[in-house]
């Protein structure tokens, strides 16, 4: 039981980076970029969602996007394996990635 609400909760978190990454605009509020031009966010999580995406773009760049892909890939791991050996090494491989 378990092991699903941790699965359905990633899968959740899939959702919204896909999204906040999918609606981020530049011109969003941020706390690392200081651009603030509007003062309600175009992300479709509104200010959270602008932050997010803000902070994953800002860490990792372009490579924000491949974030949901691990995230969805350890969600569907959660409902699948017995072990949690094979989770720890595609989680640790997407964190070299």
Do not use: K
């Amino acid at each position: 039981m378990r092991r699903e609400i941790i699965g359905i909760f990633l899968f959740f978190l899939v959702i919204l980076t896909v999204l906040s990454l999918a609606s981020y605009h530049p011109e969003d509020p941020c706390f690392l970029t200081r651009a603030g031009g509007q003062t309600v966010p175009g992300n479709l999580f509104g200010v959270f969602g602008a932050h997010l995406a803000g902070f994953l773009i800002g860490l990792t760049g372009v490579g924000a996007f491949w974030i949901p892909l691990l995230l969805l890939i350890a969600s569907i791991e959660f409902f699948s394996i017995r072990s949690l050996r094979r989770l720890y090494s595609i989680l640790g491989g997407g964190i070299i990635l």
